[in-house]
């Protein structure tokens, strides 16, 4: 069973870039079956599909938020990262990465991390 | 705004039966999958593509879709069963981008 943890500052900036990321294990990023994804949720609100990445780097990002985002991998340790540049309160959420599964056109996400809330706040 | 649509909220009383609906253009061409989320908890996939659980889910969830409307349902709610449920699939233009619903609060009575 694979297990994804998101680490990173719980604090930032406006103005500043958020950076996460997410630690695999019991699975490799190197799989060509999976899309490794991002997805928060606000407090109080519902989930925000934000992107994913293949192991061949190809990525693909929420269109509303494709100008301040970059998704990366890293397979020498087995994560892969989000970017998230000139935060705004906005911005706060619950940000989760998970394994995306294709079946029917589709991803789905079997598994996920527990979250990790960032802040953004001077 | 979300490109598919859910009530906000749906209740229903122990032991019968609740349907929870998602509408949406591309759900004319995709099966859209079913998270179920508890406060606090990462959400879990409970229903996906045709009418699929995963390991472990209980056989009282069951999915379909019809035209532009994906549907959940469970028969026979347990009290455990109280969450919010998101609904997700590819976007309408089809360009394999995710996209959820913006979920529905499921109260058990």
């Known amino acids: 069973q694979v297990q994804l943890q998101e680490s990173g500052p719980g604090l930032v900036k406006p103005s500043e870039t958020l950076s996460l990321t997410c630690t695999v294990s019991?699975?490799?990023?190197?799989?060509?079956?999976?899309?490794w994804s991002w997805i928060r949720q606000p407090p109080g609100k519902g989930l925000e599909w934000i992107g994913y990445?293949?192991?061949?780097?190809?990525?693909n990002y929420n269109p509303s938020l494709k100008s301040r985002v970059t998704i990366s991998v890293d397979t020498s340790k087995n994560q892969f990262s989000l970017k998230l540049s000139s935060v705004t309160a906005a911005d706060t959420a619950v940000y989760y990465c998970a394994r995306g599964f294709p079946e029917d056109g589709v991803l789905r996400y079997f598994d996920w991390g527990q979250g990790t809330l960032v802040t953004v706040s001077s | 705004s979300s490109e598919l649509t859910q009530d906000p909220a749906v209740s229903v009383a122990l032991g019968q039966t609740v349907r929870i609906t998602c509408q949406g253009d591309s759900l004319r061409s995709y099966y859209a999958s079913w998270y179920q989320q508890k406060p606090g908890q990462a959400p879990v996939l409970v229903i996906y593509g045709k009418n699929n659980r995963p390991s472990g889910i209980p056989d009282r969830f069951s999915g379909s879709s019809s035209g532009n409307t994906a549907s959940l349902t469970i028969t026979g709610a347990q009290a455990e069963d109280e969450a919010d449920y998101y609904c997700?699939?590819?976007?309408?233009?089809?360009?394999?981008?995710?996209?959820f619903g913006g979920g529905t609060k499921l109260t058990v009575l």
């Open positions: 990445i293949y192991y061949s780097g190809s990525t």
């Open positions: 019991g699975g490799s990023v190197s799989s060509g079956s999976y899309y």
């Open positions: 997700n699939s590819r976007d309408s233009s089809g360009n394999h981008l995710g996209v």
